[in-house]
């Protein structure tokens, strides 16, 4: 089964030809001051291909040079000399760059004049700190591309459950998700919680080929997600699916079979991590033991808790798929004892018994 999750037509993005040459070097603002965890920041320092020091060095061919500015990551001394990029670029002097927002965004309306949900630097007049969402105004409209890093980032994930007080939301939701960069492009959205560490780079190399002029922009579904990693459920992509197809259902966390009795929403969840694994194809959620539970998902969490509990569908299809898997299972389990066994030619007798015909014999 695949769940249809809705395509954008690329042949009416704009083209490479059309909108410029493309750009030799280019900074990357990245805040991690949403409501977030740097969860994002940590895991995409494990991307294998490219790895991040590639990335910085230049060693990817044909990708502009690029100034990479994240906290986390910063060879700066840390605050004002690291905010320098960011408060150049509120004044215009730092084209182009790429805005990552790493976290939810919070809604500062509803504690408006009464104090701040997060913040990233100071007002050097005031002293008062200046909010994520007076960044993301003054910077988004000025960015070339606009990049949400993880869930929280691009549909408001854990921050903004149900009974959250700070209001949080994506960015799509704060900006509009008809917003479009300088570069034409919507904002583009690379779920997880966090981030698999290549789902992101790949994303991110795609846009920095595009800002080189050498790639049309990323093919992006209706949720503003890459296509080629979100296009496909989890299911589709994890190798304990055999047992499902089998109807042969774990019953504890301890067992190498289709979990989705314990809790895995593995088939309506678009993901690509049971087929990448997480790092360097180690790891990764159903298919090493632990249910997926929707984490790249913009219903995410609060339309799949409590997590292990068993999905109300996985009831319904594991039912009806029991008979023919118990037969099937069975079928299967007669031909394999016929397949284990070797052919009764392979002897050490003195007489041939192969079926060899001399005929054919010079
Ligand atoms: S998406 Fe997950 S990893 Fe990223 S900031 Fe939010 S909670 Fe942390
Ligand atoms: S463990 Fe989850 S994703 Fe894997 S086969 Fe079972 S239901 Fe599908």
């Known amino acids: 089964m695949t769940v249809e999750s809705g395509t954008q037509d690329v042949s009416a993005q704009p083209s490479r030809a059309e909108a410029r040459d493309g750009f030799d070097e280019i900074n990357i603002l990245w805040i991690s001051e949403g409501m977030s965890c740097d969860g ?42 690291f905010l320098a990029p960011f408060r150049a670029a509120v004044r215009g002097e730092m084209s182009p760059f790429i805005l ?3 976290g939810s965004i919070p809604n500062q ?12 630097g100071n007002d050097p007049e005031t002293g008062e700190p200046l909010t994520l969402n007076w960044w993301i105004d003054r910077l988004a409209p000025q960015a070339w591309a606009v990049v949400a890093a993880g869930t929280c980032a691009t549909f408001g994930g854990i921050h903004a459950m149900a009974g959250n007080p700070t ?51 990323p093919p992006l579904d209706h949720m503003l997600r890459p296509q080629w990693l979100f296009g496909k459920t989890v299911h589709e992509g994890c190798d304990r699916a055999a ?3 089998q109807g042969d259902f774990a019953k504890d966390y301890n067992s190498p079979k289709c979990q989705v009795k314990v809790g895995c929403w593995g088939p309506v969840v678009n993901c690509n991590v049971p087929k990448h694994g997480w790092m360097s194809g180690i790891g990764g959620c159903p298919n090493v033991g632990g249910v997926c539970i929707g984490c790249t998902m913009p219903g995410f969490p609060d339309a799949f808790m409590p997590f292990m509990d068993e999905p109300s569908g996985g009831a319904m299809s594991a039912t009806l798929i029991r008979p023919y898997g118990a037969l099937i299972r069975r079928l299967r389990g007669i031909t394999n004892v016929a397949l284990n066994r070797e052919p009764k030619w392979h002897h050490n007798e003195p007489e041939l018994t192969s079926g ?3 005929y054919w014999r010079p």
Do not use: R
């Not at 991307?47 to 994240?70: C, F, R, T, W």
């Not at 309306?109 to 990233?120: Q, V």
């Not at 949080?168 to 981030?195: E, R």
């Open 40 to 81: 994002d920041t940590v895991s995409f320092t494990a991307a294998g291909q490219p790895a991040v020091e590639d990335l910085v060095q230049g060693l990817i061919p044909g990708l502009p040079k690029v100034n990479l500015h994240n906290k986390v990551l910063s060879p700066s001394l840390g605050g004002e000399e």
């Open 100 to 102: 990552v927002i790493e």
């Open 109 to 120: 309306n509803i504690i408006e004049g009464d104090g701040y949900w997060t913040s990233f």
């Open 167 to 217: 209001g949080s939301m994506g960015l799509a939701d704060y900006l509009g998700w008809d917003f479009k960069s300088q570069g034409a492009l919507p904002i583009v959205n690379v779920p997880g919680c966090p981030i698999q560490p290549e789902n992101f780079m790949e994303t991110l190399v795609w846009v920095l080929y595009h800002a080189a002029g050498a790639a049309p922009p």
């Open 243 to 245: 047992y499902y197809e």
């Open 356 to 358: 060899y015909d001399p």
